[in-house]
C-alpha cells in the first residue's frame, strides 16, 4: 500500500472512492453507482456528504449513513464525518451509474 503523500491528500474524489465501498444491504450496488450520493464536500479534514435513498421510507436508511460516516472516517487526514440524509430531489433510476446499471443487469 503507498504511503501517503501530497499526491493521495484527502479529496473529494478520494471520499467518493472510499463510498464504492458502502452498499445498500438490499441492493448489490455501492452507494455512488446506485446515485445515491448527491453532495460531497471536504475541507480542513472535514467531509460533509448529502445522500438519499432509493426511497424515503428506507428502513435500512441509518445503517447505510452509519456505513457511509464510518468508512469516511476510516481515511487519513479525516477529522470530522457528517453524513445528512436528504430526500430533494427524490431518487430516481436514471441516477444510476452505467456501472451500476451493468451490476444490475439494466444495461
Not at 501517503?4 to 479529496?11: G, K, S
Not at 445498500?24 to 460531497?40: K, M, Q, S
Not at 435513498?53 to 445503517?63: E, H, N, R, S
Request: net charge negative; with cysteine; charged share 25%.
Amino acid at each position: 500500500m503507498a504511503e501517503a503523500t501530497e499526491a493521495t491528500a484527502l479529496t473529494k474524489e478520494a471520499v467518493m472512492e472510499a463510498l464504492r465501498d458502502v452498499y445498500d444491504p438490499e441492493i448489490p450496488v455501492n452507494v455512488v453507482d446506485l446515485g445515491l450520493i448527491y453532495g460531497c464536500e471536504v475541507k480542513d479534514g472535514t467531509v460533509n456528504v448529502q445522500m438519499t435513498l432509493t426511497f424515503a421510507g428506507c428502513g435500512m436508511g441509518p445503517y447505510i449513513a452509519q456505513q457511509a460516516e464510518w468508512r469516511i472516517a476510516e481515511m487519513d487526514e479525516v477529522e470530522d464525518v457528517h453524513v445528512e440524509m436528504v430526500y430533494e430531489p427524490a431518487w430516481s433510476p436514471d441516477l444510476i451509474t452505467p456501472e451500476g446499471k451493468a451490476q444490475l443487469g439494466l444495461d
